[in-house]
């Protein structure tokens, strides 16, 4: 089983019968690419998944840019995607893992454990002369079970509660420009939730744009927010919920478990003027 990261030549080697692959590409500036890369050309074998339709749900407004879809609603899809309680789960993208590691997440979120992210995404998997091609795949559809949560999160109310009593430390994941309120293009609101410290999730990749090894991401994440720190009194932000889950995707692999996210972000967050920000 794998549960974080798993190779290009690792993914290779599993029996076909016995792993869904789903394809997350996207990107936030032109919403119809991840269709149009993967009618192009994806892994043989693989799904498409659409951050918008399938990994995010309703907006409303105030609930931010990637609403949490409803869970419900979401196992319906990953079953028609042909997966089941026991099988193993390979998602990936072409932008570092930001939305393949959402639907990691969301897996996890729905109390799926054999689930992981291909480490180096499609390039990893071209590199390596591996088989792609252009057609529409189709899998039996299979029941998802909704289980127990193997991933936890945290709303609004109890961020706002945490600045004035802190009980857990906020991880944002945007960039450090984003994050002092430079250059914010994304949201209507620059600046960051009062008490946040700021991990870039790019910084857990190396110069490949592969994840960093276990012992340098544990090495990294202990210098920045201490050695005695507790995995589960972290919880992570960012924009809209997405890149958030890279850094979870990070510390799980690096043997940091137990951290949580909080889904809403910064969309959410300054989309209530009541809400202190910080600069």
Same mark, same amino acid.
């Given at each position: 089983?794998?549960?974080?990261?798993?190779?290009?030549?690792?993914?290779?080697? *599993?029996?076909?019968?016995?792993?869904?692959?789903?394809?997350?590409?996207?990107?936030? /500036?032109?919403?119809?690419?991840?269709?149009?890369?993967?009618?192009?050309?994806?892994?043989?074998?693989?799904?498409?998944?659409?951050?918008?339709?399938?990994?995010?749900?309703?907006?409303?407004?105030?609930?931010?840019?990637?609403?949490?879809?409803?869970?419900?609603?979401?196992?319906?899809?990953?079953?028609?995607?042909?997966?089941?309680?026991?099988?193993?789960?390979?998602?990936?993208?072409?932008?570092?893992?930001?939305?393949? /590691?959402?639907?990691?997440?969301?897996?996890?979120?729905?109390?799926?454990?054999?689930?992981?992210?291909?480490?180096?995404?499609?390039?990893?998997?071209?590199?390596?002369?591996? @088989?792609?091609? @252009?057609?529409?795949?189709?899998?039996?559809?299979? &029941?998802?079970?909704?289980?127990?949560?193997?991933?936890?999160?945290?709303?609004?109310?109890?961020?706002?509660?945490?600045?004035?009593?802190?009980?857990?430390?906020?991880?944002?994941?945007? @960039?450090?420009?984003?994050?002092?309120?430079?250059?914010?293009? *994304?949201?209507?609101?620059?600046?960051?939730?009062?008490?946040?410290?700021?991990?870039?999730?790019?910084?857990?990749?190396?110069?490949?744009? &592969?994840?960093?090894?276990?012992?340098? *991401?544990?090495?990294?994440?202990?210098?920045?927010?201490?050695? /005695?720190?507790?995995?589960?009194?972290?919880?992570?932000?960012?924009?809209?919920?997405?890149? /958030?889950?890279?850094?979870?995707?990070?510390?799980?692999?690096?043997?940091?478990?137990?951290?949580?996210?909080?889904?809403? @972000?910064?969309?959410?967050?300054?989309?209530?003027?009541?809400?202190?920000?910080?600069?």
């Amino acid at each position: 089983m794998y549960t974080t990261l798993i190779s290009a030549s690792q993914l290779a080697d *599993l029996p076909a019968e016995d792993v869904v692959i789903l394809d997350c590409r996207f990107q936030l /500036a032109n919403p119809d690419y991840g269709l149009a890369a993967y009618q192009a050309g994806h892994i043989h074998g693989a799904i498409y998944m659409n951050l918008d339709y399938h990994l995010s749900g309703v907006k409303t407004g105030d609930n931010g840019r990637h609403p949490l879809p409803d869970g419900q609603r979401l196992a319906v899809d990953l079953g028609a995607a042909g997966i089941s309680a026991e099988t193993q789960v390979v998602c990936y993208d072409d932008a570092g893992g930001m939305y393949a /590691a959402r639907a990691w997440w969301l897996l996890r979120w729905l109390g799926h454990e054999a689930v992981a992210v291909l480490d180096g995404g499609f390039q990893a998997w071209q590199a390596a002369g591996l @088989s792609i091609d @252009s057609d529409k795949e189709r899998r039996m559809p299979r &029941r998802f079970p909704v289980r127990t949560p193997l991933a936890e999160t945290v709303d609004a109310q109890q961020v706002l509660a945490n600045i004035e009593t802190p009980d857990f430390t906020v991880v944002d994941a945007r @960039s450090p420009e984003r994050f002092r309120g430079e250059g914010e293009t *994304l949201d209507p609101v620059a600046g960051h939730i009062p008490g946040a410290a700021n991990r870039f999730y790019m910084n857990n990749l190396d110069q490949q744009g &592969r994840f960093k090894t276990a012992e340098q *991401l544990k090495t990294e994440w202990t210098d920045a927010l201490g050695a /005695a720190f507790d995995p589960a009194a972290i919880v992570h932000q960012c924009g809209s919920g997405v890149t /958030a889950c890279h850094n979870l995707l990070a510390m799980e692999h690096a043997g940091l478990a137990g951290s949580r996210l909080y889904p809403g @972000s910064w969309s959410e967050w300054c989309s209530d003027p009541t809400r202190p920000v910080a600069r």
